[in-house]
C-alpha cells in the first residue's frame, strides 16, 4: 500500500461488473467458533442469501474474500460455483481490516470496469436496493456509489457526514466519531459501487488508521473526494434490509425479520398461518396454498408440504415431504416422506428414511425409521417400527415391536398387504408376515408366517386353584 500511484486502467477487453463479498472477518463478537459468514440464518449460511440476491444481479463474476477458518467456509462456498458465470475465492490471510480486504482483491477487480462490494453479514440485502445502487452509481457516472440508510437508532454503524450542500464528505466510524458525527442518522450499510480503476488507486493509498488500526474501506470515499472524484448514494428505504450482523442478538433479528418476509411470502400465496409469531419456517421450505399451519410449527431445510395440508400444532418437519390433504399434528419427522391423505400424530416420530403412503395413519407414541409404511396402513399406537417394509392395508395393534437390531446388525421385517398384527407383538427380525395374515396378540414372532394364517406365539394361558 504505497502512498504515489498512477491511475489505474482495467485491461482492454475487461468485463462490465464484478462483485466481491467480503467475507474474512473473524466475526469477533460472534464469540462463538463459527466462521460468522456461516452462522445460520433461515435454514442456510448466512452468507448464501447474500449469494443469492447477488445470483440476481448476473455480474460477470463474484469474488469471496475469506480469511478466518477459510477452509470451512470455502467448502459451503464451493456447490454455488456452478450458479455463477465464474466464482472465485481469495484468501486474505491476515485480517487488517475491510480496506486491506479489497486489497487482497486487486487482481479480481483489475478485470472488471465496475466493481461492488458488499459485506457477508449483511444477508438481508434486497436485489431492488442492490439495483438501484448500480443504477445511480452508472447514470450519475459516479466514482463511488454508497447503499446508505437513515436509521433511528443508527449505533454501531459507520456514520455517512455530508457537507452544507448535501453533499456527502466521508464515512465516520462510530469508534472515531465526534459527538456531532454522532447525531447524523444517514448510516454506511457496507455495499458500495466503484468504478474499477479509482478503487485499485484507493487500494494503494489507504493507510491502516482508526481505533482498530485497521485499513478502513471507508477511508476511500474521504481519500476520492480528495481526488475530486464524484460520489454519491442511494439511501434505502428499508431499514430492515441492511441490518448488519455482529452478535448472536443480530442474528436473532435478522431471524426475525427472515421469517417474517417468508411467512408473509406464504400468506401471499394462500398459506393460512394462524400465528406468524410462534411459526418459523425456513426460507428454503416450499408450502403450497390452502395448506394451515398452526402455531408451534417449524418447517426446516428441504421441505416440501403440498396443498391443503394441516401442519402443527407444534411439529417440527426437516428435509421432508408432505402429500396433499395431509394432518401432522404434535409431530417430529426428519428426512421422511408423507404421501398424500396420511394423518401422523398427535406424537409421532418420523425419522430417517421414513416413507408414509397415501391415506395411511401413524399415531400416539409411534416412532418408525427406515421404513416403508403402504397405502391405508394404520399404526395408530404405541409402536416401534424400524427397517420395515409394511405394505398395504395392514394394522399394526398397539404395543408392537419390530426387533430390529440384534446387537450388532440391523435387520428386516417384511409385511405383507392386509395383514392384522394383534397388540403387544414382536416381530424378530429378519421376518416376513405373509398377506391375510393375523398374528395373535402378545406374540413373539421369531419365523415367517405364511400368507392367511394365524400365527399365535405365547404361552398358553393355564387356570390353577388360588392357594389358600
Ligand atoms: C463495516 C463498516 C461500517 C458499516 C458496517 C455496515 C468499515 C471499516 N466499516 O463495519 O462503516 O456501517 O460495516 O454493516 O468497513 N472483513 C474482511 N476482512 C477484514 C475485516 C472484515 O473480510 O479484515 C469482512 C467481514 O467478514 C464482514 C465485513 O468485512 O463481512 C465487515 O466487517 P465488520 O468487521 O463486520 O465491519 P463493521 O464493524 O460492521
Ligand atoms: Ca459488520
Known sequence: MSKKSKPARPPQGSQKLGVVILAAGEG?????????????????????HLLRTVRLLKPDAVAVVTGHEAKQVEAALKPQAPLFKKLELICQTRQMGTGHAVTCAQNFIRCFEEIMILCADTPLLGFESLWQLLQIFRNQKYQVALLTARLLNPRGYGR????????????????????????????????????????LNICKTLTSSGA?????????VQLLRSQGGRIGAWICPNADEILGINSLIQLAQAERILSRRTLENLMRIGVTILDPMQTYVDSTVLVEPDTLLYPGTILKGNSKIASHCQIGPFSFLENTQVGPHSV????????????????????????????????????????????RIGRAT??????????????????????????????????KTIIRAKSFIGSNVNLVAPVTIGHHAVIGAGSTIT??????????????????????
Open 378 to 411: 394404520k399404526v395408530p399406537h404405541l409402536a416401534y417400527i424400524g427397517d420395515a417394509e409394511l405394505e398395504e392395508e395392514i394394522n399394526v395393534g398397539a404395543g408392537t415391536i419390530t426387533c430390529n437390531y440384534d446387537g450388532q446388525q440391523k435387520h
Open 212 to 220: 482498530k488500526k485497521e485499513y478502513y474501506l471507508t477511508d476511500a
Open 160 to 199: 455517512v457526514i455530508r457537507g452544507a450542500t448535501g453533499d456527502i464528505l466521508k464515512i465516520v466510524e462510530e469508534l472515531e466519531a465526534s459527538p456531532k458525527e454522532l447525531n447524523t442518522h444517514e448510516i454506511n450499510t457496507g455495499a458500495y459501487c466503484f468504478q474499477s480503476p479509482s478503487l
Open 447 to 468: 419365523e415367517d408366517v405364511p400368507p392367511e394364517t394365524l400365527a399365535i406365539a405365547r404361552p398358553r394361558q393355564i387356570h390353577k386353584p388360588k392357594k389358600k
Open 328 to 371: 401432522v399434528l404434535y409431530s417430529v419427522a426428519v428426512e421422511a416422506r408423507i404421501a398424500d391423505h396420511a394423518i401422523i400424530g398427535p406424537f409421532s416420530h418420523l425419522r430417517q428414511g421414513s416413507s408414509i403412503g397415501s391415506y395411511s395413519k401413524i399415531g400416539n407414541f409411534t416412532e418408525i425409521k427406515a421404513s
Open 28 to 48: 469477533t463478537r460472534m464469540k462463538s467458533s463459527l466462521p460468522k459468514a456461516l452462522h445460520p440464518l433461515g435454514g442456510q449460511p448466512m452468507i448464501l
